[in-house]
């Protein structure tokens, strides 16, 4: 887990972060790096086209026979518990072993994981292996610090993003993880250094999805640039944040902003990252 940055010297904090947030952009355009996406049934769509918007290459495959030979060869894996079947488990956790073994990224999103003693123990066990980015709401940060059954509105959180950051550096300490809280400010740390994502529009959170979306997105992200796990993370949450922004200016509602957004992700362009990139340092 790596989070120095290589940025010059004397150059405005923004200014660099904004600069890496596209540089990275445009290097998964160039790249298109393979993001295998184990992942519910909810979140398949919206997942594989933010990835192909962005110009990544997702692969949304599963099945527990053809993961020894597919698993090893993707840039990066993305493990989404959301809709979690005992039947699915078996899967997640064989390409999890994978990809740590290969040396490959892989992406945790412990969706709802306070909800159930069964979904808790299934998140710990993946937790302990290894994922280079653990990326949830406050309830499922808290939830998972804790290692407790907490009371959950469904996948909703029940806590901001500002409540969970003890709990967010507790876990990355503890898990070797960079790990982000996505809330109004998304939070990204790697147990020490803090810092915050400012992009974004509430009506995301009334598109189902979108969370799971920004997870793909992040192992993207970090597939191009796995020496800088936590300012890979912190660029994509600022990225898709700002494709939201984009296409709220369009939207009349969550379904139109759903479109727009996917489109703006994919037209999205240098001088719109640079001048709309809001990632600071909180610690």
């Given at each position: 887990?790596e989070?120095?940055s290589?940025?010059?010297?004397?150059?405005?904090e923004a200014?660099?972060?904004?600069?890496?947030?596209?540089?990275?952009?445009?290097?998964?355009?160039?790249?298109?790096?393979?993001?295998?996406?184990?992942t519910?049934?909810v979140?398949?769509?919206?997942?594989?086209?933010?990835l192909?918007?962005?110009?990544?290459?997702?692969?949304?495959?599963?099945t527990?026979?053809?993961?020894?030979?597919?698993?090893?060869?993707?840039?990066?894996l993305?493990?989404?518990?959301?809709?979690?079947?005992?039947g699915?488990?078996?899967?997640?956790?064989?390409?999890?072993?994978?990809?740590?073994?290969?040396?490959?990224?892989?992406?945790?999103?412990?969706v709802?994981?306070?909800?159930?003693?069964?979904?808790?123990?299934?998140?710990?066990?993946?937790?302990?292996?290894?994922?280079?980015v653990?990326r949830?709401n406050?309830?499922?940060?808290?939830a998972?610090?804790?290692?407790?059954?907490?009371?959950?509105?469904?996948?909703?959180?029940s806590?901001?993003?500002?409540?969970?950051?003890?709990?967010?550096?507790?876990?990355?300490?503890?898990s070797?993880?960079?790990?982000?809280?996505?809330?109004?400010?998304?939070?990204?740390?790697?147990?020490?250094?803090?810092?915050?994502a400012?992009?974004?529009?509430?009506?995301?959170t009334?598109?189902?999805?979108?969370?799971?979306?920004?997870?793909?997105?992040?192992a993207?992200?970090?597939?191009?640039?796995?020496?800088?796990?936590?300012?890979?993370?912190?660029?994509?949450?600022?990225?898709?944040g700002?494709?939201?922004e984009?296409?709220?200016?369009?939207?009349?509602?969550?379904?139109?902003?759903?479109?727009?957004?996917?489109?703006?992700l994919?037209?999205?362009?240098?001088?719109?990252?640079?001048?709309?990139a809001?990632?600071?340092?909180?610690?």
């Open positions: 887990m989070s120095e290589n940025y010059k010297e004397g150059e405005p200014t660099m972060w904004s600069q890496k947030a596209w540089a990275l952009l445009s290097t998964v355009r160039s790249q298109s790096p393979l993001i295998q996406c184990i519910n049934f979140s398949m769509d919206l997942m594989a086209n933010t192909l918007s962005a110009g990544a290459s997702p692969a949304m495959l599963h527990l026979e053809e993961l020894p030979e597919f698993t090893p060869q993707v840039h990066a993305c493990v989404n518990v959301g809709t979690l079947s005992a699915w488990l078996p899967a997640m956790k064989l390409a999890a072993e994978l990809a740590h073994k290969s040396g490959k990224p892989w992406v945790l999103d412990p709802a994981a306070g909800a159930s003693s069964f979904r808790l123990k299934a998140c710990l066990e993946l937790v302990e292996l290894k994922p280079t653990i949830g406050g309830s499922e940060i808290i998972l610090a804790k290692a407790s059954v907490e009371p959950t509105k469904g996948v909703d959180s806590h901001e993003s500002t409540d969970a950051v003890e709990s967010a550096k507790s876990l990355a300490q503890a070797g993880a960079i790990v982000a809280v996505s809330g109004a400010v998304d939070i990204v740390t790697d147990g020490k250094k803090v810092v915050g400012h992009n974004g529009v509430a009506m995301m009334k598109i189902t999805a979108t969370g799971c979306s920004v997870t793909a997105l992040i993207a992200f970090v597939s191009v640039d796995q020496s800088h796990v936590l300012e890979a993370t912190a660029s994509a949450l600022s990225v898709f700002i494709a939201g984009m296409g709220m200016k369009m939207a009349n509602g969550p379904a139109s902003l759903r479109m727009h957004l996917i489109d703006s994919y037209g999205i362009d240098e001088a719109c990252v640079l001048s709309h809001k990632i600071t340092s909180l610690s």
